[in-house]
């Protein structure tokens, strides 16, 4: 067994293709084949069904996945730390919460980029339900997201800011007239929230049951900047993380209401698998990101 064929076998399993794993690294079809099978011999299982033109994992394949990644994350590993090279390199393989890029996180990666050009650092959006196990299999090296405190033992929280939740409207809507704003007002206000399975919408629609107060949703959508567009055409009142409309507010297409009801605490989190060791290059973008 050797980290080339543990590298093809991965993937294989990412492909659900020989030809195309093949295409991707550069190895004729007859190659895969063959490192499969000294895998499979080897281990002496079977690790892919072959079900006519598409193939699956087998129970042993989808057990020896998971070591695979991690022995395909230690190769990454050390080459970025092995080499005396002091300028940072490498890949670092980050997921982000589509929300944090409305920030100054953009400016921030072409200053990094800038500062440490031999390092690439690939970016993948994330689900708050998926991203730990991305983690666990070195899928991602490092998280930043914005939630309410992630509390998972697999997890490192190495830094945390916090940040805030607040309402939108036009700045014609009646809401917007008002000194201050409670949950009370909300009652029959047709609500402009992100996804069912965004943790900012189940705050608040917790928050509202607890004060007796009956949602009148009208939209529900993971795009923010649909959301704002709904909110600025005086659709709704629009709920989300308040740098995602700082320049709407700017512009004075939006007004941010004077919220005096209950709190929602969240947070922009970097976050690694625990007992992973960051290299050099994700420590200097985690000191970047969080100074």
Not at 56 to 71: C, D, N, Q, S
Request: charged share 25%.
């Amino acid at each position: 067994m050797n980290i080339f064929q543990l590298e093809t076998f991965a993937k294989i399993a990412e492909t659900k293709s020989f030809t195309s794993a093949g295409n991707i690294l550069g190895y004729a079809q007859s190659t895969v084949t063959t490192q499969i099978k000294q895998l499979e011999d080897e281990l002496g299982c079977l690790l892919f069904d072959r079900l006519g033109k598409s193939i699956v994992l087998t129970e042993e394949g989808v057990r020896l996945l998971g070591y695979a990644e991690k022995m395909l994350q230690l190769k990454r590993e050390i080459f970025l730390e092995v080499p005396s090279s002091k300028e940072p390199s490498g890949l670092i393989k980050l997921g982000i919460s589509e929300t944090l890029c409305y920030d100054n996180f953009p400016k921030l990666l072409l200053k990094y980029r800038k500062k440490y050009p031999k390092v690439n650092i690939q970016i993948q959006f994330i689900d708050h339900s998926t991203f730990p196990q991305m983690l666990k299999n070195g899928a991602l090296d490092l998280v930043y997201t914005l939630n309410p405190l992630i509390e998972n033992d697999e997890l490192c929280l190495l830094e945390k800011k916090r940040e805030h939740l607040a309402f939108f409207a036009s700045p014609k809507h009646p809401l917007s007239q008002l000194e201050s704003v409670t949950e009370k007002d909300l009652e029959g206000v047709p609500l402009l929230l992100t996804g069912r399975n965004c943790n900012f919408r189940h705050m608040l629609l917790e928050d509202l049951k607890k004060r007796g107060v009956p949602p009148t949703v009208a939209l529900e959508t993971s795009s923010k900047e649909i959301l704002k567009q709904f909110a600025i055409n005086q659709l709704g009142v629009g709920f989300m993380p308040e740098m995602a409309a700082v320049n709407e507010v700017k512009e004075k297409k939006l007004c941010r209401l004077n919220w005096m009801g209950d709190d929602f605490p969240i947070y922009s989190q970097l976050i690694v698998y625990k007992g992973k060791r960051l290299s050099r290059a994700g420590e200097e973008l985690k000191n970047m990101i969080m100074p």
